[in-house]
């Protein structure tokens, strides 16, 4: 029997057009409690350094008022720490962080930044969040990771998704699968996110040892054209074909 495949919502970009013009409108919470009546298994909020999107507010009603699991993402320091442990989300995504990118470009390197990564991944871990760390499709880096006592990796899809030829998504996909298999031989929980669309999440639906999908970008992109339910709906459809 397949395992079942969850979809984690990730809402900071409400934020972000709540944020280019100030005020309380759009409401990333609303669309959060809006995600989960249409069925998402979880949400994804990254407070950034430079706090461009979610705020430390949404952070707080999120943690209140949300009955699903929270994924906090963040950046590995001690600040970023500090408000993770004094929330205690029910898990926290280790993500790299640059304040001059437009979205996150690729995944930790886990090898080079043993010694950055191990107190809060230890602190997180001892709190009882569940940490996980968000890399490119390496068996090294997922290694690495396992080395440190992180219990869950979450692939970075975005080479995948942003492939210009067919030859170079098939490349890119089974640098995924092959990831994704180690990551279960070496007892890693594996999750994998980032570009995902209708046209590009049903390959990484279909393989068997990803147990969770965080997908936000373009589901917010699309509910501008057909509602928040409608592209959750839709893009469940597309998981639930590839993996029955």
Known sequence: MSRFLRLGVNIDHVATVRNARGGAHPDPVRA???AIEAGADGITA???EDRRHITDRDIERLVAEISRPLNFEMAATDEMLGIALRHKPHAACLVPEKRTEV???GGLDVIGNTAALARPIGELGGAGIRVSLF???EPAQLDAAKALGAPVVELHTGAYCD????EARARELERIVRAAAHAEAIGLECHAGHGLSYATVGPVAAIPTIV???IGHFLIGEAIFVGLTNAIARMRGAMKAARP
């Not at 492939?163 to 067919?166: D, L, M, R, S």
Request: glycine fraction near 0%; proline fraction near 11%; charged fraction near 25%.
């Open 103 to 105: 979205t996150t470009e």
């Open 32 to 34: 959060a409690l809006l």
């Open 163 to 166: 492939a210009e030829t067919p």
């Open 46 to 48: 990254h407070l950034r």
């Open 212 to 214: 969770e999908l965080n």
């Open 135 to 137: 890399i490119d499709p």
